[in-house]
């Protein structure tokens, strides 16, 4: 039996050269033995991850039932690298690739007032905190010992006085518990996506993200949820975004003023502005002298202030065009 030969399929190495491989897989043949001793050397990988898998699982459903209100919880994991691509591109912008990262956070948290409330109605699979009957205080928001997570198995049934509802606790078992003793578990959830052009993702941006999403919980419970939704909204991005429209608009508004004002007095002012503006911004260099007398330097300014620099690049372009047209022919 150990002899028999049998087929299995392995991961891609670098393929086999047969008909039967694809992208993803390679066909095997060998002995009981040698198929044993290659599941082996695949298994002793697999099962440390494996093992790793139901640890945080269970860690997560731990931390899930004794999370009590005034905790935030929160998920975060890093989506695949995707491209920037600009719509309208020039040449030399296809050989440069921009990449960004995407992170999803998800912020959750329990509800206070569910969890105080001692009447609301309980529906069939609502999460529930099973308090002691000797240690239950009307209004508390902290975790009395005792508790346990508990889910509702059946509706609440009027007994007397008290309406008792029967829940399911972690070990399977079901207990009859007044409605006065279960505190409802109702989660609020956010989810936050950022992005970001950092590629190393266990580094300054991880951090970063995590003080931001921070602040926006302590801006929630001090100024409410409006304030914290600005402050979610006015990030660096945001403001360059609303600064570059009012640029835009400012400078639409300057050339509707000219154009109804008229008059070369005003257009000068305004080239001069530009000038002193774009002159601080650099260092200063060294003009060449004017070529005529006649041509002012006020004048030669203006002439700079007002060229438009797309039709001077093309110009030269179309120059060069024809140096290269004329050399072709003559040769």
């Known amino acids: 039996m150990w002899l028999s030969r049998i087929k299995w399929d392995r991961i891609k190495t670098g393929g086999d050269g047969s008909q039967t491989e694809d992208d993803l897989r390679q066909q095997r043949e060998g002995t009981l033995i040698e198929f044993l001793d290659e599941a082996c050397t695949a298994y002793s990988n697999f099962t440390p991850h494996s093992f790793h898998i139901e640890q945080a699982k269970m860690a997560d459903r731990e931390c899930h039932a004794n999370t009590v209100p ?6 975060s994991d890093w989506s695949e690298n995707g491209q920037i ?25 329990l509800i206070t007032s569910c969890w105080i409330d001692r009447s609301s109605v309980l529906k069939k699979g609502d999460e529930v905190t099973v308090e002691p009957e000797d240690l239950s205080v009307a209004g508390c928001l902290e975790a009395v010992e005792g508790s346990f997570f508990a889910t509702v198995h059946e509706a609440g049934q009027d007994i007397g006085r008290h309406v008792v509802y029967t829940v399911c606790n972690a070990d399977g078992d079901h207990v009859a518990v007044q409605r006065q003793y279960l505190r409802h578990r109702r989660w609020h959830r ?40 600005s ?60 070529l005529t007398s006649s041509f002012s330097q006020h004048q030669h300014e203006y002439w700079l202030a007002s060229l438009e620099p797309e039709r001077y690049v093309c110009v030269r372009v179309w120059v060069y065009v024809y140096i290269c047209i004329y050399i072709y022919i003559c040769i």
Request: charged fraction near 25%; hydrophobic fraction near 40%; glycine fraction near 6%.
């Open 231 to 290: 402050f979610a909204g006015n990030d660096r991005a945001e403001e360059a975004r609303k600064e570059s429209e009012e640029k835009a608009s400012s400078h639409s508004a300057g050339s509707a003023d000219s154009n109804d004002a008229g008059g070369e007095d005003a257009d000068m002012a305004r080239a001069a502005a530009i000038i002193s503006a774009h002159e601080a911004g650099r260092a200063p260099s060294r003009r060449r002298p004017l």
């Open 70 to 75: 005034g905790m935030i919880r929160d998920n």
């Open 190 to 229: 956010i989810a936050f996506l950022q992005v970001t052009n950092d590629k190393k993702h266990d580094a300054w941006s991880s951090q970063a993200f995590a003080d931001r999403r921070l602040k926006f919980f302590e801006i929630w419970q001090k100024e409410g949820v409006n304030a914290a939704l």
């Open 85 to 109: 691509i600009v719509k309208n591109q020039i040449q030399s912008e296809y050989w440069s690739i921009v990449y960004y990262s995407l992170l999803i956070s998800i912020s959750s948290f």
